[in-house]
């Protein structure tokens, strides 16, 4: 589950792909903001539809989006049936003994579940769509501002880059570990919750161990090349806005105006 999609890049030719991370960001933002704003079904159709769009520009396979949000399907499931059976609003639709379904329930476990999972496949999708080095460049040009008041943006940006790299080395070191430990004999999967909690903390350990020497190798190369922070640094790809940003820009825009005019 650390995993999700981060490092996931998935290679096409697409105008999704081809947008400037920072528009991309952006647009994704509002968009997410809009899908959690839906209150009703014509507002979930046109953010389905606008979700379905994009994922058809994209060239993602289905696949591979929904593979990269499965992890999460528990949640979504948990979240369902959480509303279906706690929300006692509207009129009773159904009883399974002593428990009783009402309309409100049902209306809330679709409605929910289904704005996390729109949520879900489009940050799934900027991650499929956009690498690691856009993602930190853009956050780095969007972050640049706070530089001329003080603050470190670059050094945010950088910081930012640098947990997107290492949280894919991290899930597989944990992996690694977990596994070293269960043929020493470590048992992860019995006993109560507390023998559970306690069988977790060597693998705590060793995780921290190996992050710190992680850290300790980036800092000594980070020394070795000098690094000395953002000031007068360059870009190798300088982003530009044109005419696929500006369309991206007022897709978005319709899909905000529409939710508010079907509120």
């Known amino acids: 589950m650390l995993r999700i999609a981060i490092g996931q890049y998935y290679a096409a030719r697409s105008p999704i792909h081809a947008l400037d991370a920072r528009v991309k960001l952006v647009c994704t933002l509002a968009a997410l903001v809009a899908i959690f704003c839906v209150s009703n079904a014509a507002q979930l159709g046109i953010s389905a539809a606008f979700v379905a769009a994009a994922l058809a520009l994209s060239h993602v396979p289905v696949g591979r989006v929904l593979a990269s949000v499965r992890p999460l399907l528990v949640f979504l499931a948990v979240l369902s049936l959480f509303n279906l059976f706690f929300v006692r609003t509207g009129d009773v639709v159904a009883t399974l003994g002593p428990v009783s379904l009402t309309s409100g329930g049902v209306v809330a476990a679709a409605l929910y579940t289904a704005r996390f999972a729109l949520a879900l496949v489009t940050g799934s999708l900027v991650m499929l769509t956009t690498t690691p080095t856009q993602l930190s460049d853009a956050f780095d040009r969007m972050l640049s501002p706070l530089s001329r008041v003080g603050l470190p943006g670059h050094e945010i940006a950088m910081v930012f880059s640098l947990m997107m790299r290492f949280v894919p080395t991290l899930a597989d070191e944990a992996s690694a570990i977990i596994d070293a430990q269960s043929l020493r004999g470590g048992a992860f999967d019995e006993g109560g919750p507390i023998r559970r909690v306690r069988s977790i903390v060597p693998v705590v350990v060793a995780l921290l161990a190996s992050g710190l020497r992680h850290a300790d190798g980036l ?31 007022l897709l978005t825009a319709a899909l905000l105006a529409a939710l508010v005019i079907l509120a």
Do not use: M, N
């Open 219 to 249: 800092s000594r190369a980070l020394d070795a090349r000098c690094y000395e922070g953002g000031e007068g640094r360059t870009h190798l790809h300088e982003q530009r806005l044109g005419r696929g940003e500006l369309v991206a820009a």
